[in-house]
């Protein structure tokens, strides 16, 4: 029976959260499919997690959706709710946060946005990332969505009128129980969140939690969850890479396996913000240019731009069509699903690597693909999982553009050969 419902607000989230169940054996599926039959799933999986797609909406479409999910999983017998947020704080926090609050009429929501092991750390209500304060970074000068504090309560307060409360210390979290609504958690450390979530346990706040992968990592022990055993299984060593990632660390880390000896293809302008790609001349071309590399070494790396001078670029190029940036962002993840659906069919590919969570929907969706069960984490945010679908058997590794060690393509390249049987 699904005990915990996780919701995410974009694909590579909930997978990156799921693979923490998963790590300690317990079955785990995740769906973008909103209404999910949960007597399906209730005999195999413990774990649901959905995908809302709700990163990009506004503050009131989001509201809503996360609100049906509640619904429909309460009437499931859905007994622990847990709302995965960003672990830079995009999206639609405060928002969502209320509706998961409000629906389910708990009296405390606790929020740990924390993820020490990628060094997403919260300090006295401030949140930082790799030692900076987090607005100061690339993601807020991300060109989509980007953060314009690192005050977390702020954020939250932008959408939402509920009271927060930074809890600096969860030792005396006790003596401010009463005073708000929703409970933000200081954490620096795994040891900070083990605290925490023993505070959390003792003041019965279990039922309806917030945060990132980072305490999901926790929550099985806490909640005593059911495992079982699992494997995988890897029958070929070679890949198709795609990223379309704007961020600096994945341009970064695609500069790093150029100068590895790996061939990057590049795609044009034209390309990426095509209104009709299918069976055109650009996708034809480019096609070719990946089969060539697919025969000559059995490893294709694909992206949308390797700089910020290119990026700028295209936002010109989509601005001239008359295009939006928010209908430039979803041209590229959708042709660049387009893409993949073709090269996938011709080549018969099996292991597919993408970096970014637009990139990721817009594959699943050329694919004709709504669920996956994640498998094995190969590094801290590099997920495994095996695409649901009737049509494609394809594992997928996924990665949000802002993890991970510079040469991380090498280490996914070392972990596919070491696997392949």
Partial sequence: MIRLLVIADDFTGALDTAIQFNRKNIPTYVTMDLAVDYQKLNQKFEILVINTESRHLNSEEAYSR???????????????FYKKTDSTLRGNLGSELTALKETTKTKALMFIPAFPKNNRVTRNGLHYVDGELLHQTAFGKDPFNPVKTSNVAEILKEQSKLKMVNIVDAD?????????????????????????G????????????????GF??????????????????????????????????????????EKNGNTLIKLSDELKLS????????????????????????????????????????IEKGMEKGLSLEKIRSRIAQNMGVLIKKISEKLSIVNLVVFGGDTLLGVVKALD????????????????????????????????GGLGDPDIIKVITNYLKAKAI
């Fill in 198 to 213: 023993e505070c959390i346990k003792r003041l019965d706040g279990l039922k309806v939690m917030a945060g990132c992968a």
């Fill in 369 to 400: 693909a709504q669920s996956f069960v994640p498998m094995e984490e190969i590094a801290s945010g590099v997920v495994l999982s095996k695409l649901v679908s009737e049509n494609h058997a394809i594992n997928i590794i996924t990665k949000a």
């Fill in 216 to 257: 999901a990592e926790i929550l099985p022990d806490l909640l005593l969850l059911r495992k079982s055993c699992q494997k995988t299984e890897i029958k070929d060593e070679r890949f198709v890479f795609l990223s379309g990632s704007v961020n600096e660390k994945a341009l970064m880390q695609l500069n790093e396996a």
């Fill in 172 to 196: 005396v979290a006790a003596s401010a129980i009463n005073e708000g609504d929703i409970y933000i958690f200081d954490g620096e450390t795994m040891a900070d969140l083990d605290t925490v």
């Fill in 275 to 314: 209104e009709n790609l299918n069976d055109s001349d650009l996708l034809n071309q480019i096609d070719q240019a990946v089969e060539k590399a697919w025969r000559e070494k059995g490893v294709v790396l694909i992206c949308s731009i390797t700089d910020n001078e290119e990026l700028k670029k295209t």
């Fill in 66 to 80: 996360i609100q049906w999910i509640t619904q429909n999983a309460m009437k499931a017998g859905v007994r622990y």
